[in-house]
């Protein structure tokens, strides 16, 4: 089905109807989304475990950090 077909069938249906599919399409697409993101971490979490260059600012974590005027 293409696209325009697509919304001109979306377009018949009732504004609940079109609110519920705008719904499922943003929690589709953000289940997509964190499912990369986990993916990604995944395999960067061996480099950051190992790798101190990765990691070097984050002793700067519980440091003061005063604004330069």
């Avoid at 079109?18 to 061996?46: D, P, T």
Wanted: one cysteine or more; charged letters at 30%; a negative charge.
């Amino acid at each position: 089905m293409e696209t325009l077909e697509i919304m001109h069938n979306i377009n018949r249906l009732s504004m609940s109807q079109q609110m519920l599919i705008a719904e499922q399409i943003i929690h589709s697409v953000r289940k997509k989304q964190q499912a990369s993101l986990e993916l990604a971490s995944e395999r960067l979490y061996a480099d950051y475990a190992s790798d101190e260059n990765l990691t070097v600012f984050t002793k700067l974590d519980c440091e003061d950090f005063y604004e330069a005027r």
